[in-house]
């Protein structure tokens, strides 16, 4: 009786967290819950029927196993909480896990670059993960044009405008902030475009409308 109240504990929360945008749980103890249920079930197809998933899907989830301990608590802590992110970082040895891992967890770069960093680091495989991502950033166009907004006749506030920007995005993430016959344009790293969007995500606005504040404060 225990364990059948223990099995459908399991199977409600592997459909809680594959249902819903934001997971109740962590991976890894969603990995947990699957692995029970596979156990008790025989084998994954009869989870995946049971729960209205693939098997492929289940398995993407389990590659939360093949994490190293350190990678594990970012997973647990929910640092990382990408499967996509998860599955690719388990498929290299725990030293580049954890180094990659680093990366993604500071921001510093994209769940898509994780993907592509993981090939070149497959195929690289003598080369560091220090190595590898140093190479990875210097192949890729880091420049991103976020924005192109008109000023006012008498805006003369470039420097604090740029001091602004800087204190948003970080200096070493502005590639350029450019002025010319009114019109000022903006491009940033793709961290830099990040912490812009997350920016205006918290002021519960638009790009647009977040920089035109920005000038507006300056020009008074």
Known sequence: MERDKKLKKAIALIIACTRRIKRPKDIVTLTKSISYAEKRMGDLEAVAKAVGLSVRQLKDFQTAQKLCAEVKTLVKNRVVDSVDVVKNISR????????????????????????????FAKKFSGRSMERVIRDYEKSRDVRLYVAQFQLPASFNKQVGLRKRF???????????????????????????????????????TTLRKFVTSIVEKLSD
């Open 92 to 119: 290299l040895p725990p030293e580049k896990q954890k180094t990659l891992a680093m990366n993604f967890a500071d921001g510093k770069i994209t769940s898509k670059d994780v993907r592509i960093i993981t090939t």
């Open 166 to 204: 800087e204190k948003i995005v970080g200096n070493n993430e502005i590639k350029k902030l450019q002025f010319e016959d009114g019109v000022a344009v903006l491009e940033v790293t793709a961290l830099g475009h990040k912490k812009l969007r997350e920016a205006v995500r918290k002021q519960q």
